[in-house]
């Protein structure tokens, strides 16, 4: 989230506060499906990253965003204004940390070259997401094995991430607007990392959290279908 003034405290974001880029740090925002690939390609080189439902930001060295046009992506130096979540929000509703602010800033290169690996992804392909939504949601007579579920827990949450950085319209009018906004904070708590299963998560548990993702890429799946964008954007 930008804006052109700031104010101290944002309403609905408890600890959320407007701070001027371009003086301790620039940032690089971009709409989520590629941030979160380019997060996963930097690796260690990521430096702080904020996450909104639609959007996705890097805290680089003030001045950073000056240099050139990035892939997919906007540079927010000085006379931008970030909303940065409170030090300790590290899980939605609202803005918050996937990694925390007082890691050391990305360089404008690594982020750039991460960008640029991550555009280069295929397109959306819905015979697959088909697929994987139904291997996960078919009816079996006993738990598949582990490995199984873990595979189809890393499909479905790639798809899900994908679909859902798609402009599906307006989140604040009217019912259909409520039903969307609520459908994206259930996927943006899943997508969390404190509930995503680990390795020492309980089998039955992490079985039902597949079929959670199953159920959730199918709506946004859905949702594609019905309203065909061309395009990732930051919805509204």
Known sequence: MTTASSSSRIPGCAGARIVAAGKEWDAVRTDRFLGLQ?????GAASGPVIVEPAAVYFLVPPGGTTAGDLTQSKGLGAGHYVV????DRTR?????WLLPPDR???TVDDVRRALEAAAALVLLDLDTIRHDIDHALCRRVELPRRSIIDAGTDALTHHLRRLMSYNYGPQNEGSTGVRMRTLCDVAERNLAAPVRPTPQT???????YWNTLATLTAAFRDLYLAHRPTEPGQRT
């Open 84 to 87: 940065l979540p409170a030090a």
């Open 104 to 106: 050391p800033l990305a």
């Open 38 to 42: 380019a997060v996963d390609r930097l």
């Open 202 to 208: 309980n089998h039955r548990v992490a079985y039902v």
């Open 92 to 96: 939605p509703p609202g803005p918050y």
